[in-house]
């Protein structure tokens, strides 16, 4: 058995309080964020690929 609800986040992976608000410096991805799959798991590896994706997204934003 998984989960697939994880923290909330925005587009750039960035964790969201209660309020939706970023909070500074604290990023997730993967089975850690919220899935693009809303709460389905539709089986091993299915977060492979939203974890490479949103890991580039948080690398980028923490860069800049």
């Not at 969201?16 to 899935?35: E, Q, V």
């Not at 809303?38 to 580039?56: D, H, K, T």
């Amino acid at each position: 058995m998984a989960t697939a609800l994880g923290l909330r986040t925005d587009p750039d992976a960035r964790v969201l309080d209660r309020h939706r608000n970023p909070i500074p410096r604290l990023y997730a991805r993967g089975n850690d964020a919220d899935s693009v799959m809303a709460s389905e798991y539709p089986g091993a590896g299915c977060q492979v690929g939203a974890g490479l994706i949103f890991g580039y997204l948080a690398a980028r934003h923490a860069a800049r």
